[in-house]
Every structure is written in C-alpha cells, then in structure tokens.
C-alpha cells in the first residue's frame, strides 16, 4: 500500500481538463511543497512534469500544473491530448527519516 | 545530454546479492546539487524508492529496505553501484537510476529526479 493516495483512474476527452488528486498527510504533503509529479508511458521510463509543487522543468507543457491544499496535491491537466494518455505518479518529501513517499499511481485514459 | 543507463543481472535466485550499475553522462556526481538514485517499479504496480547518494557521499535510504541496501559512487567512472542483499521473488522489478536535483528545505535534504534511465528488469526465481 502506497503512502499516498491516488485515484486509480481518470479519464476526460480531448481538449477537456482533468485532475489528479495525491492525499497524504501532515507528515508529507501537508507539511513541506515539495511535490513532483511524474508520466509515465507503458514501457518507458518515467518524465518529471512538476516539482516543488508547482515548477515545471524547462520543455513540459504549461498544460501541465501543481498545486497544493492541505493534504492533498493536484495536478491539472487542460486542453487534453491524446498523447497526455499515460500513468500519472506523484511523489512528496516525508521528512528527515522516511525521505521521499510515492502515490500508488493514476491511469489517465483521453476517450 | 544526460543519459543514465542501468546494467545488471536480469535473473537472480532467492537469497543472492543483487549488484547494479548506474553508468550515467552528461553531468558530475562531484558537483554540488548533483545526486543519484534508485527507484524500483514491480510489474504492473507502483514505483518505490529505494536509496541516494549525493555530491558530498552522503546516502539515504528506504526505511523499510536500510538494512538491506548499500549505495556507493565512483565519480571517477561516473557509476553509482546499488547492493541488494537477501533477494526474494517480491523484490522482482524493473529497477531505475534517476539523476535527483537536491536541495534543502527546512533545514533538511529532499530532491525530485530529474532524468531517469530505461531501467532494467530483475526476475528473482529459483
């Protein structure tokens, strides 16, 4: 059982937005923002898309976004694309003895 | 350009060592900022990290895997090594070196990968 908690699917249509949802707790992802989210494509390694909660590296798409409330880190994605369809994994720092929690991942299915 | 490229055995038996290389390119494990790390995905599930070593030789690892662990670099072959002890068949998965960008806030270590290899695919069975 992964430490943080993630919607095993999603799914949304060309041009639409989606969101992911990552739960954790006060010892993770409501403490520090320090989140990253990773794609993941079937047989391939997976991209970094977002850090520190909100960052985007340099090449990703501002379709991709972070954000943060409470416990629980989002990401969006808008004006959908075929390609977006992937697994999504979010990933958050979880203090000085466990380090680094990953989410059980989300499918993102684009109909 | 970074590459990172991982080698190792694709088949051990239940209770050997496991030893794999990370052989990467394109940056310094010597330059401050610069980590690398191990995460490892079962088929079909979940990915989980597993251990780091950054610019100054300092390592981390997994609580629930510490004691089985053992990370170590030679920057001058830029390789990072990752030890295994005690393999089971639970512990079959495709493994990943990732270059990690670490930091510190609050006072304390925390990184996100960056750039990852294609990983490899470690059966344990007898």
């Known amino acids: 059982q992964s430490a943080l908690t993630q919607p095993a699917s999603v799914s949304g249509s060309p041009g639409q937005s989606i969101t992911i949802s990552c739960t954790g707790t006060?010892?993770?992802?409501?403490?520090?923002?320090?989140v990253s989210w990773y794609q993941q494509h079937p047989g391939k390694a997976p991209k970094l898309m977002i850090y520190?909660?909100?960052k985007r590296p340099s090449g990703v798409s501002n379709r991709f976004s972070g954000s943060k409330s409470g416990n629980t880190a989002s990401l969006t994605i808008s004006g959908l694309q075929a390609e977006d369809e992937a697994d999504y994994y979010c990933c958050s720092y979880a203090g000085s003895s466990t380090y680094v929690v990953f989410g059980g991942g989300t499918k993102l299915t684009v109909l | 350009q970074v590459t990172l490229r991982e080698s190792g055995p694709a088949l051990v038996k239940p209770t050997q060592t496991l030893t794999l290389t990370c052989t990467f390119s394109g940056f310094s494990l010597s330059t401050s900022g610069m980590c690398v790390s191990w995460i490892r995905q079962p088929p079909g599930k979940a990915l989980e990290w597993l251990a780091l070593i950054d610019w100054d030789d300092d390592k981390y690892y997994s609580t629930s895997l510490k004691t089985r662990l053992t990370i170590s670099k030679d920057t001058s072959k830029n390789q990072v090594v990752l030890t295994m002890t005690n393999m089971d068949p639970v512990d079959t998965a495709t493994y990943y070196c990732?270059?990690?960008?670490?930091?510190?806030?609050?006072?304390?270590?925390?990184?996100?990968?960056?750039?990852w290899g294609r990983g490899t695919l470690v059966t344990v069975s007898s």
């Open positions: 006060s010892s993770d992802v409501g403490s520090y923002n320090l």
């Open positions: 990732a270059r990690a960008l670490c930091g510190y806030s609050y006072g304390l270590p925390y990184w996100y990968f960056d750039l």
């Open positions: 520190e909660g909100s």
